[in-house]
């Protein structure tokens, strides 16, 4: 073949292959162009889809409208073809409760009843009855027993339909029970009557329709408390003046002997108060306490109950079995209202309780200084004292009453006075670690250096309990700082045997002399070893107290530590260089009683330092 034949073969080839990608070409528009009319289509099919999903949902909602509107104008018409398809409601079954016969029947529209009450209804085992009552739904009710529903049916707490509505205040249809003959005394396992329940839960209008239905108003609950006694408690007036009319025993008494005048008066029920008093209700009559009611009304601070009572006659002069009158309980309880009450109808004020309590010591002792102030404008007594000597100012120093202590300060109370302890108001505040009393008594000129029947000052108590505030104080007013007591100590001694280290601190910045020895012989270093206060120890060797005193014995505080066995205050003396070899007037070294003691592991330990440290001399 020629050059031209073969360049033209290929030309023509080239040709065949342009016409074929164009015919492709055209077959690819073509689907592109189906491809977007198929998109086209999927598109407004969407949107059909939409309006009719939205057309569904407003059907659906005015379906469901519908039907709870055809639910409630047919719902007792439900429940009776249920109750004519099963008989009865009564299950026989105790293990079978009404939502699973239901159930078990494919009755839907019960289901759909108790279907809110399904943990309820399977826990307690309750009928229909019992739910129609708890609900209130009364036409519920009403089909029920007119289907002869057992109203003697008892769920797991043994309640019957009637504590049902006892219980959630279903008046009407506890009216419906009694028609149908439901046991009016029936018992719970608590053994609560319908009535009893429903006057416990103050559900005046069920109550009063029992009482006519002649429930046994008798009835009493487990702590002994009749009807008359809840009622009170509550304030039912309606209740309580049925109860009255039915001749309720007015006297009668629960377990702690306490009327329902009592518990009236205690609650401050006014109304039941004048009521029970116009039915006659004795008003002398005492609970196991020994109270009247008149006791109890000032004890809680009623004043218009103790008004009302003092017109009826009531004795004020009654003492209860803590030979307290009615003014000691208002007094106790700080009720400044009741007491000038009580103080207006000539109660005796000077009157003595238990312990030899006037009510001006009572209220002294609590802290009521408006009864304080009362009485004390009243003339009291304020020289008073009780047998032990301790004045009012005693009392309310050791309670910390500052408000009562001025007081009593302002109407020129000897500030000195003593009790049968030989101490003064400021003994008492001090040991007590009242700084505010403590000031106030300062600056009224109380005797900063007196001694008690110990010898003890003020200061001394103060730093026998560890009052760093009140031992400053005292201190600031000058307090002397070597008197000593009875015992030979000084405050220091006290304050270290106590191991208050803060005090100790105090009280060295102020003294002189560290080395205060007691009537033993001992320092304080001797005192915090005898009592193994290393925390103390600790304070007064930084304070460069001497290690080698001896006492009386001759012993040095490593003896004393040694016989005791406190190994962490000897490691202490040790550290600083203790003599070790030291001996006793019966010549015993440390190392000698601790072995004698029965610390041998202490004794072996002063052994073995003193096999490392030179003698240090006898």
């Known amino acids: 073949m020629s050059l031209f034949e073969d360049v033209h073969a290929k030309d023509m080839d080239l040709l065949k292959s342009e016409a074929e990608i164009q015919a492709l070409y055209g ?24 309006v009719a999903l939205i057309s569904l949902q407003a059907v659906a909602k005015r379906f469901v409208c519908l039907a709870n509107q055809k639910f409630q104008r047919q719902h007792s018409l439900f429940m009776k073809c249920a109750s004519k398809r099963l008989n009865c ?11 699973s016969a239901a159930k078990h029947h494919g009755f839907t529209d019960i289901i759909h009843v108790l279907l809110m009450h399904e943990s309820d209804a399977e826990r307690e085992n309750a009928t229909l009855l019992h739910i129609a009552c708890a609900k209130g739904n009364h036409n519920a009710a009403h089909v029920l027993l007119e289907c002869r529903a057992d109203c003697s049916a008892k769920d797991k707490r043994g309640c019957t339909a009637l504590h049902y509505t006892a219980q959630h205040n279903q008046a009407c249809i506890a009216q419906e029970l009694l028609e149908h003959h439901a046991p009016i005394e029936a018992l719970n396992n608590e053994g609560l009557t319908s009535l009893t329940l429903s006057c416990i839960q103050g559900h005046q209008h069920v109550a009063l329709v029992l009482m006519d239905g002649r429930a046994d108003i008798t009835t009493r609950c487990k702590a002994g408390s009749t009807l008359l006694h809840i009622v009170s408690e509550n304030g039912e007036l309606d209740c309580l003046q049925r109860l009255l009319e039915l001749n309720a025993p007015v006297n009668a008494q629960d377990h702690q002997s306490a009327t329902a005048l009592h518990v009236a008066a205690a609650h401050g029920r006014k109304g039941a108060v004048g009521m029970l008093l116009a039915s006659h209700a004795c008003i002398t009559n005492t609970n196991h306490d020994g109270r009247t009611a008149l ?42 209202d009741v007491a000038l009450v009580l103080l207006t109808c000539r109660s005796r004020f000077e009157q003595q309780s238990s312990h030899c309590y006037t009510l001006l010591f009572l209220a002294a002792e609590r802290g009521h200084t408006c009864i304080v102030k009362a009485l004390l404008e009243l003339r009291a007594r304020s020289t008073a004292a009780r047998n032990n000597r301790n004045s009012l100012l005693h009392i309310s120093a050791f309670h910390g009453h500052s408000g009562i202590v001025l007081e009593l300060l302002g109407r020129k109370v000897q500030v000195d006075g003593l009790n049968n302890h030989d101490a003064t108001s400021l003994h008492v505040a001090c040991a007590q670690g009242f700084t505010q009393v403590v000031k106030i008594l300062l600056e009224h000129l109380c005797d900063i250096a007196a001694c008690n029947d110990n010898g003890g000052t003020p200061l001394h108590l103060a730093a026998a309990r560890g009052h760093e505030h009140v031992c400053e104080m005292l201190l600031a007013y000058g307090a002397p700082l070597d008197v000593k007591n009875f015992f030979g100590e000084s405050s220091l001694h006290v304050a270290t045997r106590s191991g208050y280290s803060a005090v100790v601190i105090l009280l060295l910045k102020r003294l002189s002399n560290v080395e205060q020895t007691r009537a033993d012989g001992g320092t304080a270093l001797h005192v915090s070893a005898r009592y193994c206060q290393p925390g103390v120890a600790e304070v007064l060797l930084r304070q460069r107290a001497e290690l ?31 003599a070790i070899e030291t001996r006793d007037k019966k010549q015993n070294t440390a190392s000698m009683l601790a072995s004698r003691a029965g610390f041998a592991e202490l004794a072996a330990a002063i052994n073995k330092r ?4 030179p003698q240090r001399g006898r």
Do not use: F
Request: hydrophobic share 40%; net charge positive.
């Open 27 to 50: 077959r690819a528009i073509a689907e592109v162009k189906v491809w977007h009319a198929a998109v086209r289509r999927l598109k407004m099919l969407r949107q059909h889809l939409q």
């Open 89 to 99: 409601w009564m299950i026989t079954d105790a293990a079978t409760t009404a939502l």
């Open 295 to 336: 006791h109890d009304a000032a004890h809680h601070g009623h004043r218009e109950i103790v008004s009302r009572l003092l017109e009826c006659r009531a004795d004020s002069t009654t003492r209860d079995c803590d030979n307290d009158t009615a003014l000691h309980c208002a007094g106790k309880s700080g009720h400044v």
């Open 548 to 578: 080698t005193p001896v006492d009386k014995v001759g012993r040095t505080p490593l003896h004393h530590t040694a016989a005791r066995g406190d190994r962490e205050l000897a490691t202490l003396l040790m550290s600083y260089r203790a």
């Open 610 to 613: 003193l096999t490392k440290e």
